[in-house]
């Protein structure tokens, strides 16, 4: 790092981390009972080299590629990486302007806190399940999912058909009607008057009253026809 990093630095690359990023409480289990059996770090991954090497140039850490390859042994993302030092030197600077990860971040800093003041091995039990526990939190912080309803605008309306009032919502701007019987009433008696007004004059049955069926001189349906 050359230059100072500028607050809109930060607040680009916290968005960077929010989108982008992860971060992690990892747990060793060959360690246990250990300090380091935890270890907290934040990394950040994306196909985009330039782009990670622009954040690399402002706020330092490693770049490496993934892991998972794929069957071709090719791999195209990479990641920008932290060590735990590194994170909590850097995140309390980009806290301000996380978002997505806020609550991750703070989660974070706590354990990072408690571990700083801990830093002999071997420790408490209590302490171990303050870790844990922040480790478990990130975890579900992480699988929290959001729905959005769209808030929009509603009104009482009346019903075209019986007039009723019922709550019109503009997320459903075509409904007129109170209910789906009145709906399909409205429906039922358009489609008769379409018949009715559909009749040529000539035919001598235009004085049809709406709604009825009209009579056009056919022979009666005979039920159970045989042949
Ligand atoms: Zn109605």
Same mark, same amino acid.
Request: charged letters at 25%; a positive charge; proline letters at 4%.
């Given at each position: 790092?050359?230059?100072?990093?500028? %607050?809109? %630095?930060?607040?680009?690359?916290?968005?960077?981390?929010?989108?982008? @990023?992860?971060?992690?409480?990892?747990?060793?289990?060959?360690? %246990?009972?250990?300090?380091?059996?935890?270890? @907290? !770090?934040?990394?950040?991954?994306?196909?985009?080299? =330039?782009?990670?090497?622009?954040?690399?140039?402002?706020? &330092? @850490? $490693?770049?490496?590629?993934?892991?998972?390859?794929?069957?071709?042994?090719?791999?195209?993302?990479?990641?920008?990486?932290?060590?735990?030092? $590194?994170?909590?030197?850097?995140?309390? $600077?980009?806290?301000?302007?996380?978002?997505?990860? $806020?609550?991750?971040?703070?989660?974070?800093?706590?354990?990072?806190?408690?571990?700083?003041?801990?830093?002999?091995? =071997?420790?408490?039990?209590?302490?171990?399940?303050? !870790?844990?526990?922040?480790?478990?939190?990130?975890?579900?912080?992480?699988?929290?999912? !959001?729905?959005? %309803?769209?808030?929009?605008?509603?009104?009482?309306?009346?019903?075209?058909?019986?007039?009723?009032?019922?709550? *019109?919502?503009?997320?459903? =701007?075509?409904?007129?009607?109170?209910?789906? *019987?009145?709906?399909?009433?409205?429906? *039922?008696?358009?489609?008769?008057?379409?018949?009715?007004?559909?009749?040529?004059? *000539?035919? &001598?049955?235009?004085?049809?009253?709406? @709604?009825?069926?009209?009579?056009?001189?056919?022979? =009666?349906?005979?039920? &159970?026809?045989?042949?």
């Amino acid at each position: 790092m050359t230059q100072e990093v500028t %607050e809109i %630095e930060l607040a680009y690359i916290a968005g960077i981390l929010d989108g982008e @990023g992860t971060l992690v409480i990892g747990k060793h289990s060959k360690r %246990e009972n250990r300090c380091e059996a935890y270890r @907290g !770090y934040m990394a950040i991954a994306n196909t985009h080299i =330039p782009l990670l090497e622009y954040i690399q140039s402002r706020i &330092g @850490g $490693k770049i490496h590629p993934q892991k998972k390859r794929y069957k071709d042994g090719i791999c195209d993302c990479y990641t920008l990486s932290y060590s735990a030092n $590194k994170t909590r030197d850097i995140l309390p $600077k980009l806290l301000a302007y996380l978002v997505v990860k $806020k609550d991750q971040a703070e989660v974070l800093l706590a354990f990072f806190e408690r571990q700083a003041g801990n830093a002999s091995a =071997p420790i408490s039990s209590e302490l171990l399940e303050f !870790y844990e526990e922040c480790r478990v939190k990130i975890k579900r912080l992480k699988k929290i999912r !959001y729905s959005y %309803e769209s808030p929009g605008r509603s009104e009482l309306r009346k019903c075209s058909q019986c007039g009723k009032e019922f709550t *019109w919502s503009s997320s459903n =701007p075509m409904r007129l009607y109170c209910s789906n *019987w009145c709906k399909r009433k409205t429906h *039922w008696t358009r489609s008769n008057h379409r018949i009715a007004v559909g009749i040529p004059a *000539w035919s &001598g049955l235009s004085g049809i009253q709406r @709604g009825e069926v009209p009579n056009l001189g056919l022979p =009666p349906l005979t039920q &159970g026809v045989t042949r």
